[in-house]
């Protein structure tokens, strides 16, 4: 029985460890200025949601209620910025407010 691509939720190539790593080496080339011409790498809520050990469902709903930073798409999709879930995360390890 061949299981199915449609049924996997993060490629498996991406894993928490990478993608942790991806938003470090990101955010540290964007404070370096490396990054400041170019488009960030954007992730989809099932990379995050695996990223944070949640469920896509409540990383979705946590983004549609502003909860986390997002880019929601004309189309209703939505795009995480690797560079403001760091800040995001960072601020929830030091307790500032999720919303600050």
Known sequence: ?????????VPHALTRKRIYALLIVHDAAYSAGV?????????TPHEVAH????????????????????LKLPDGKLLFDPRELSRWVERLRTGEAANA
Do not use: N
Request: aromatic share 8%; with cysteine; charged share 15%.
């Open 1 to 9: 029985m061949a299981f199915s691509a449609r049924f996997r939720t």
């Open 35 to 43: 990054m400041s011409t170019s488009l960030p790498t954007l992730l």
């Open 51 to 70: 990223w944070l050990s949640q469920p896509a469902a409540r990383v979705v709903r946590l983004a549609r209620a502003g909860q986390i930073p997002c």
